[in-house]
């Protein structure tokens, strides 16, 4: 029988960028953009092994630079452009089990352009699936500044249109349901849902686990990069591992 761990972290850091060239290993804050999301997972005791899946000889080299662990390259037909990232989860989380003759638990995604989520969140996505037996797994969220209730329109006929039907009838925020959105900080699920589910949401039962929203960055633009280094910089936005030391692990 195979060795059973909890949680299998993934980073997925595809070479291509078309938002933003390069962004992954881009410096930020210090440090090249996946390089938080591996001290991140550092400062995680629910992670048992956090893993880089990249296409790119250059991101896993950055990644193994700075303590990450790269245990193989991604398949061209899982690199490109239109790959969706769930069938990524799926390769990876199979071919760690394989190499290791393990069994997780758990698969927690961590996208490297949210960089700003904390260790607290990831604490408390584990905790909150281990509670839930019958969730399939967790995603963060996070309430908007703008309500969509009032802010979401369509164009129908040349005219403006409620996305929402019967927005225009609430006329009080305390009459709107609350709305949440989903923010890319954290998604946990069980390793059961990766193996047989077609896709992340189709079929899933899913807890949300609320962030505050202004730790709900997400990076894909060069004015998007900027403005988050700033608020990270600034004190802002802290990051806990910056505070304990820069340089690569050992």
């Not at 949680?7 to 960028?17: E, F, N, Y």
């Not at 989520?117 to 797994?137: C, I, K, Q, T």
């Not at 609320?210 to 280094?229: H, K, P, Y």
Request: hydrophobic fraction near 40%; charged fraction near 25%; include cysteine.
């Amino acid at each position: 029988m195979p060795h059973r761990h909890e949680v299998l972290a993934v980073i997925p850091a595809r070479g291509g960028s078309a938002g933003l060239p390069g962004k992954n290993i881009r410096p930020f804050a210090g440090l090249p953009l996946i390089c938080h999301s591996i001290r991140l997972a550092r400062l995680c005791p629910e992670i048992d092994r956090c893993v880089v899946s990249t296409d790119s000889a250059e991101i896993a080299r950055v990644a193994r630079e700075h303590g990450g662990d790269v245990p193989f390259l991604r398949t061209p037909d899982l690199a490109r452009d239109d790959t969706p990232l769930w069938p990524v989860l799926q390769d990876t989380l199979k071919r760690v089990e394989k190499e290791e003759g393990a069994s997780y638990q758990y698969l927690l995604l961590l996208d490297p352009t949210s960089p700003t989520r904390l260790p607290a969140h990831v604490s408390e996505g584990v905790r909150r699936l281990r509670d839930n037996p019958e969730a399939d797994g967790i995603v963060s969220v996070s309430r908007p500044e703008f309500h969509p209730v009032w802010h979401a329109v369509v164009e129908k006929d040349g005219w403006m249109e409620d996305l929402i039907p019967g927005a225009s009838r609430l006329n009080r925020r305390q009459d709107a349901p609350v709305v949440y959105r989903i923010n890319g900080l954290v998604y946990i699920w069980r390793t059961p849902a990766v193996r047989a589910r077609p896709s992340w949401r189709e079929g899933t039962r899913l807890l949300m686990l609320e962030t505050t929203e202004d730790r709900a960055v997400s990076i894909d633009t060069l004015e998007q990069f900027r403005r988050a280094e700033v608020l990270v910089e600034s004190g802002f936005l802290p990051l806990p591992w910056l505070h304990a030391g820069s340089g690569p692990a050992s």
